[in-house]
C-alpha cells in the first residue's frame, strides 16, 4: 500500500517531535559536558530551526523513497508480466 503524503507529513512530524523532546532533555547536560554556556532562550530557539530544517529532511526523504519504490515495482511487475505472457 502506498504512503499518502498526509501519512507521511504525520510520520515526519511524530519523528521530528520526538527528537525535538529529545534535544530539549539532552541538551543542558550536553552544555555542561563541553562547557557551553546554557540560555534557555537561544536553545529554543536554535532547536526550533534544526527542527523545521529535520522535518523538512524527513519528509523529503520519505517521499523519494515512497515515488522510487513503488516505481521500481511497477517495473519490475512489467517486467514480470512480459515475461509470463
Known amino acids: ?9 504525520i510520520e515526519a512530524l511524530i519523528t521530528v517531535g520526538i527528537g525535538f523532546v529529545v534535544s530539549l532533555l539532552a541538551w543542558p547536560f550536553v552544555g555542561m559536558l563541553y562547557n557551553i554556556p546554557y540560555a534557555y532562550s537561544s536553545h529554543i530557539g536554535i532547536t526550533l530551526i534544526f527542527t523545521a530544517l529535520g522535518l523538512t529532511r524527513v519528509y523529503i526523504i520519505r517521499r523519494c523513497f515512497e515515488g522510487r519504490i513503488y516505481r521500481k515495482a511497477y517495473q519490475l511487475g512489467e517486467r514480470l508480466r512480459r515475461f509470463t505472457s
Open 1 to 9: 500500500m502506498k504512503q499518502t503524503k498526509l501519512v507521511s507529513l
